[in-house]
């Protein structure tokens, strides 16, 4: 149950008060998005790091490691961005396929001697609510500078879902020599 402290609540926001540190993206700044960003890169990078280390095949293995070097990316692009405040290349991304897998199925939990297929479904489940994450921002903000880098984003989060999907799809659904 939530604590009753208003000490640990900063406003309301609809029907509920956000907490603190939380931030109400409607009404944010660019600082606190980036900020919210680059924490959730960092607690991507952190989970597909801690989940090689307990996946066993080696290819899950690196893939999770590639996808941890990805948000790693994603992460010193936004701190080069809050520092620069450089969006350059920011509307040059190219479309990814969604083959909306992460979207049907429910991912599983995380366990020591998991499947690949299990693996590459929670990267992929993953990716889909960092591309929702992005593409929610950029809805709540006008044409311009952040929106632009926003979408950016998303776009990076689909292309690396669509990898995993991928992934699960031939790991999940291994084609045999009879078609």
Known sequence: MASADPEEYEKPVGNRLLTKGEVNMKDANLDSIIEKAIANEEEANQFYLKLAGIVTDK???????????????????LLRYRQEKFIANATKSSEAANYKIAEYLHSPEVKDNMESKDVYLIAAERELNSYNFYKGLASLHPDGEIKDM??????????????VEYLYANTAFVQTDGG
């Open 150 to 163: 926003l979408l950016k984003m998303a776009t990076e989060e689909l292309k690396h879902k669509e990898k």
């Open 59 to 77: 290819s899950a293995k690196d893939t999770l490691i590639y996808l941890a070097g990805e948000e790693k990316k994603h992460k010193e692009y």
